[in-house]
């Protein structure tokens, strides 16, 4: 998830929808979704979204609520879906694994005291996770509503900063400040949010601080990473002024006496992903919403009443906005 330290650094503008109407939105699906499946497990009950057999598909109530949002405003996303984790990555995800571990114990222990319904869905949308179907019904349901899918061979949010930077895209939505030690060109935060979206410019950013894209990355590692822990007492200030100074990470690092394990290939991660240049898709979309409906409904049991709005909001929005062959 990135150290929201950078956001301190980041230049932000708002971003009115009418600025983004006809733009591709390459949207790293991992953190797009996760935020969505916590917020309709926290406040929907959980009958409307199970399955006989016991499948949680709460993912397909967020994607129908979730959607519509882009449509709505005339922006075509393309959900980029991680591959596989980096072996430096790993720790972090072991983390949030024992995170999440801890969490289901502190559900359990208030399911058995019978605490309030309040503290009881906060603690059930704090352990969720992706598991192997939800990955499969979200990119059923994208199939089917027929919004493009790139897998990416690594961290989804990596491709899509690569496939902005060849312009393939107009800009990348994430939530994660890391966009911008990946050089994502233009970010679009809070597209998860009830208001409108903030704009992360990465140009803008270096110019400010005068630094280059190595130079940022220099000051993320300083700072703390998803593959590294930051250097005690340096935070955005002071991890700029130490790269200023003295060039580089290397010589920050001998500055403070301080050692990063790995320094290296974390730099290598951000400055070079794992990334293809093979990722293509078809913006103009053309949903079958009839088989949209039945897979959410029928073939999983999603409760109706639940995602018809959803759906009514889509088709509203396809039609009075042109998109596809809905024009």
């Known amino acids: 998830m990135g150290n929201a330290d950078l956001r301190s650094l980041a230049s932000l503008t ?3 929808f009418d600025e983004l109407a006809g733009s591709v939105v390459a949207v790293d699906a991992h953190n797009w979704l996760y935020r969505y499946l916590t917020t309709t497990v926290k406040f929907t009950r959980d009958g409307a979204y199970t399955t006989a057999d016991g499948r949680e598909v709460a993912n397909l109530i967020g994607v129908v609520q979730g959607l519509p949002k882009f449509f709505e ?8 879906f991680d591959g596989g984790v980096t072996e430096l990555k790993a720790d972090e995800v072991d983390e949030r694994r024992e995170q999440r571990e ?3 114990t502190e559900l359990a222990e208030a399911r058995d005291a019978g605490e309030d319904a309040e503290r009881i869905a906060t603690l059930e949308s704090r352990t969720q996770r992706l598991t192997d179907t939800i990955h499969e019904t979200t990119r059923g349901l994208l199939e089917r509503l027929d919004v493009p899918i790139v897998e990416a061979p690594a961290e989804g949010e990596a491709q899509a900063a690569h496939m902005a930077r060849q312009d393939q895209v107009d800009y990348v939505g994430s939530e994660d400040y890391d966009a911008l030690l990946l050089g994502a060109p233009y970010t ?20 400010e601080h005068d630094l280059t894209w190595e ?8 700072m703390g990473t998803d593959f590294n822990d930051g250097i005690d007492g340096v935070g955005p200030k002071t991890a700029v002024a130490l790269v200023r100074d003295h060039g580089d990470l290397w010589g920050a690092l001998d500055a403070r006496d301080a ?44 409760s109706a009443d639940e995602v018809e709005r959803g759906f009514e909001r889509i088709e509203e929005s396809l039609v009075q906005t042109g998109l596809g062959r809905w024009s």
């Open 14 to 16: 708002e971003m009115p």
């Open 188 to 207: 679009l935060r809070q597209l998860t949010s009830s208001g409108g979206p903030e704009l992360m410019d990465f140009a803008a950013t270096l110019d």
């Open 215 to 222: 130079q940022l990355v220099d000051v993320g590692l300083l």
């Open 102 to 104: 801890r969490y289901e």
């Open 259 to 302: 050692y990063i394990e790995g320094a290296e290939l974390i730099r290598e991660l951000f400055l070079h992903p794992d990334v293809t240049d093979e990722a293509s898709f078809d913006a103009d979309i053309d949903p079958d919403m009839d088989a949209a409906r039945a897979y959410v409904t029928e073939e999983w049991e999603v």
């Open 73 to 80: 405003h005339d922006i075509t996303p393309v959900f980029v």
